[in-house]
C-alpha cells in the first residue's frame, strides 16, 4: 500500500477478505482494528510447526512499510511496545514471534530484508543464532531438517527455504548453502523446537 491510511482502509474492507488485529504507521501510531481474542484474516494459507490454520492462532501485526525501504525508528518503538504487551497478555514465547514470510515462504516476503529482527531478539521478544561453531559437513537435508524442527514446516524447497531463513537472518547474504547457514539454523533449532509442549491445530 502507498500509505498506512490506505492499508487500514484495505485492512477495514470486508469484501477484501483480509484484516490483522493492528496496524503501526510510519510514525508509531498503532491502529486496533481487530481485538485480539477474536480472529482475523493476516497470514492465509501457510504453516508453522504443526499449526497449519496461523490465522486461528496468531496475532496479525501490518506496518506500513513497502516491505524494501528502512523502518522507522518511531515505528519499531511503537511495534517493540505493542509485542511486549501482546506477548505478556497471552504467554507467548519469544520464539512464536515469527514473520509472514517464515509461515508462507514464497508467497509472504514481510516484513522484508531491512526488518531489524536482531533489535526485536535484543528486546526478548523475539529470538536470534548465538552460536557460530561451524559444521564440518554442511548438506540441504541437515539444513532442511534444522528448519523443519525450528517450525519452518510450509516447504520442504531446498532453495526456497534457504531464501526464506535469510530473508530473516541473512538478509545481505547470498550463494549456496554454507557452514554458517547451518550453525545457525541448527543453534535456533537445538534452543528452540517449535513444537515442544505446543498444542497442534
Request: one cysteine or more; glycine letters at 6%.
Amino acid at each position: 500500500m502507498s500509505s498506512a491510511k490506505a492499508a487500514a482502509d484495505t485492512l477495514c474492507n470486508p469484501d477484501n477478505e483480509v484484516s490483522a488485529h493492528y496496524l503501526i504507521s510510519e510514525d508509531g501510531e498503532v491502529l486496533s482494528l481487530v481485538p485480539e481474542a477474536m480472529r482475523a484474516w493476516h497470514a492465509g494459507a501457510g504453516q508453522w510447526g504443526a499449526v497449519s490454520d496461523v490465522n486461528s492462532r496468531s496475532i496479525g501485526i501490518e506496518l506500513s512499510n513497502t516491505g524494501l525501504a528502512p523502518f522507522a525508528a518511531a515505528q519499531m518503538d511503537a511495534l517493540t511496545d505493542l509485542l511486549k504487551g501482546i506477548t505478556a497478555r497471552w504467554a507467548i514465547r519469544p520464539e512464536r514471534v515469527i514473520g509472514h514470510s517464515d509461515m508462507a515462504p514464497g508467497r509472504k516476503i514481510d516484513p522484508g530484508p531491512r526488518f531489524d529482527w536482531r533489535r526485536i531478539a535484543h528486546e526478548g521478544i523475539s529470538v536470534w543464532p548465538v552460536s557460530q561453531k561451524l559444521p564440518q559437513d554442511v548438506g540441504t537435508a541437515r539444513f532442511a531438517a534444522a528448519m523443519a524442527a525450528f517450525g519452518y514446516t510450509a516447504t520442504n524447497d531446498p532453495e526456497l527455504l534457504l531464501a526464506t531463513f535469510r530473508l530473516r537472518f541473512r538478509s545481505r547474504h547470498t550463494g549456496p548453502l554454507d557452514a554458517t547457514d547451518l550453525a545457525m539454523i541448527s543453534d535456533l533449532a537445538a534452543r528452540f523446537p517449535v513444537d515442544v509442549n505446543a498444542a497442534v491445530a
